[in-house]
């Protein structure tokens, strides 16, 4: 392991001769510097704003769908999975995609465990238990099922290129015999109230990427945990932020920042950047809330008083952009002729059109919203606060 010594924890020599990482307990002491206070200060009013102005958009639960779909996206290429959200959507609607069905599933499987876990939080707080749950239906028949979905690991990982041991391995998280103290202690600062609310987040998600508990997965679920600890401590009315667009958008930096903080102890440099992306992805989110359910409005009135079932398909477009003649049969129970008259009249509106181009199953989608949601992630911006 590179790391030899360091501030963020203790590196303890196995019995079998290499050495692994063992994080402090949280949280680490913290210097409350002005570019610090600015940081959180500006994250949580943009993060306020977008929690107040989405709960104010006359359908935010529709337009919860596409966001959780990104999210499950962004946060799955991090981990190699090629699946895009076109993809994904077209999947969703019933479209046939030339894609690894494995890559497909992976990230169903990433929103399913998502909508799980905000499901659960309902019942128990976000802990281990809540945890191993999420990890369960995270790697559910996916390529990372040896990796004993939904349970611990018993035996020893690293992070490292490709073919290293943990002889080789830049990063080794703690050994199994020590695997289960740190997780206690990781759950004690779960139930932490003492902290501003993303300054906890922000140490929780470092502290369970050091840990690394599973064998596989554990980037997505500390993805994961970032959402579902907004939640919980009612940051947000529902997961409209998808931090994982910053993550891979700035990849290269978001694993050195983690990795510095274990090898030098850099807890400002990783707070700052965490509330910088958490400040630039409220904005983000906001403004594609905002003109795609100013585009469902728009569409609306162009449709005029035709029958319910045209409305209701402009509704649909906001949870997904992709539609078929049988799809729109099916979600809206009424006859394919239906369904294949109102669909017709919206190409003439032209609000969607024939993306498949064949005569038979014409797969249609909505492509001024496809491009809102496939835009990506402006890092560069200077984030505007209002003040």
């Not at 019995?15 to 994080?23: A, D």
């Not at 199953?361 to 949601?373: N, Q, S, V």
Request: hydrophobic content about 40%; some cysteine.
């Amino acid at each position: 392991m590179d790391i030899k010594k360091t501030p963020a924890g203790s590196v303890v020599k196995t019995l079998n001769g290499y050495f692994t990482f063992i994080p402090n307990p949280l949280p680490p002491q913290i210097i409350w510097d002005n570019a610090l206070i600015n940081n959180l200060s500006q994250a949580d009013y943009i993060l306020g704003m977008l929690a107040r102005e989405g709960a104010k958009l006359p359908n935010p639960h529709l337009l919860i769908r596409p966001f959780i779909a990104r999210e499950a996206v962004l946060s799955s290429k991090i981990e190699g999975t090629q699946t895009t959200l076109s993809e994904l959507l077209a999947h969703e609607a019933g479209v046939h995609v030339d894609r690894n069905p494995q890559d497909l599933q992976e990230t169903q499987n990433y929103i399913d465990a998502l909508e799980y876990g905000i499901r659960r939080l309902n019942e128990l707080p976000l802990s281990l238990r809540l945890i191993k749950e999420i990890h369960g239906k995270l790697m559910q028949e996916v390529r990372g099922g040896y990796a004993t979905p939904g349970e611990f690991r018993i035996s020893q990982n690293w992070i490292g290129a490709p073919g290293s041991s943990p002889t080789t391995a830049k990063f080794i998280p703690p050994s199994p015999d020590r695997l289960m103290e740190t997780l206690g202690e990781f759950e004690t600062f779960l139930y932490d109230r003492t902290l501003p609310p993303l300054i906890h987040v922000a140490l929780c998600h470092y502290q369970f990427e050091a840990i690394h508990p599973f064998l596989d997965g554990n980037g997505r679920v500390g993805r994961l945990l970032i959402i579902l600890l907004l939640l919980e401590r009612k940051i947000l009315p529902s997961p409209i932020l998808y931090i994982s667009a910053f993550f891979e958008a700035t990849r290269d930096e978001y694993y050195q920042q983690l990795y510095n903080v274990s090898a030098y102890g850099t807890w400002s440099a990783w707070l700052n950047y965490f509330l910088n992306g958490v400040a630039l992805q409220s904005q983000d989110a906001l403004s594609r809330a905002e003109r795609i359910n100013n585009l469902i409005v728009e569409w609306k009135i162009a449709a005029g008083g035709s029958s319910q079932v045209l409305q209701d398909i402009i509704t649909q477009l906001a949870i997904n952009p992709f539609l078929t003649v049988t799809k729109v049969a099916q979600q809206l129970d009424v006859a394919f002729t239906t369904a294949q008259r109102a669909i017709k009249k919206l190409e003439q509106l032209e609000i969607i059109s024939n993306v498949s181009h064949t005569r038979r199953d014409r797969t249609y989608c909505a492509t001024k919203i496809l491009a809102i949601l496939e835009e990506p992630a402006k890092i560069n911006q200077d984030v505007a606060t209002g003040y």
